[in-house]
């Protein structure tokens, strides 16, 4: 149980591109969910929470104009990065979890923009 | 300081092997402490999840908690090759967000 997926796993485009990436509960309804950017050899970073039905909590330094994040149901948040430039390519992981249960993670997309 | 403090290896040894892995913290308000594995391009994936001190088993895994020195530990007996991973520590005060140390690389020699 607890799976979460997410969608795609790769992404290569142009700067300018605009990307959207999918995170699914798919066996569970997910009060919260979170997501992450993580660089090479480094830990998770914190980018936004995203409760259902309300506005994303953004973390200090991330720009929410430039990520937006989408919650619209208990079982599907999109991360939409905007006008996407060299330096935001990255390896982005969504997570979900129910109340204080520990979370769950999607198996990441790894964004690289030409 | 960070509030979790994990060292980031590598840790090699050979098949066989028990592994020990640990993370210090610094806030007291964690009751809630999470070990993840997390292999080579994919998402963490959770191991074990204890509230509060002691200690819990699970299979090969041993994850122990000490609140009075701040202490988290994970054990891994008979280490096996399809252990090796990047093992991250994890905390929080529970619908708290939660901090993840930087994570030790292990690899477990054939």
């Known amino acids: 149980g607890a799976v979460v997926s997410q969608h795609p796993s790769r992404v290569i485009c142009k700067s300018g591109t605009s990307v959207k990436i999918e995170c699914r509960s798919l066996d569970f309804q997910a009060t919260t969910m979170f997501w992450y950017r993580q660089f090479p050899k480094q830990s998770l970073m914190l980018m936004a929470t995203s409760n259902e039905g309300s506005k994303a909590t953004y973390e200090q330094g991330v720009e929410k104009d430039k990520f937006l994040i989408n919650h619209a149901s208990l079982t599907l948040s999109t991360l939409t990065v905007t006008s996407a430039h060299p330096e935001d390519s990255s390896f982005y992981i969504c997570?979900?979890?129910?109340?204080?249960?520990?979370?769950?993670f999607g198996d990441g997309t790894r964004l690289s923009i030409l | 300081q960070k509030e979790v403090e994990q060292d980031p290896g590598p840790l090699s040894v050979p098949e066989g092997a028990i592994v020990s892995l640990n993370c210090t913290y610094s806030?007291?308000?964690?009751?809630?402490f999470m070990w993840y594995r997390q292999y080579s391009r994919k998402g963490p994936e959770l191991l074990m999840y204890t509230y509060s001190s002691g200690n819990k088993e699970d299979g090969r895994f041993t994850a122990q908690v000490d609140k009075s020195s701040k202490y988290i530990s994970l054990f891994i007996r008979d280490s096996q090759p399809s252990d090796s991973a990047t093992y991250l520590c994890?905390?929080?005060?529970?619908?708290?967000?939660?901090?993840f140390g930087t994570g030790t690389k292990l690899q477990v020699i054939p």
């Open positions: 806030n007291s308000a964690f009751q809630y």
């Open positions: 994890a905390t929080s005060g529970g619908y708290q967000k939660v901090t």
């Open positions: 997570s979900a979890r129910i109340g204080d249960q520990p979370q769950h």
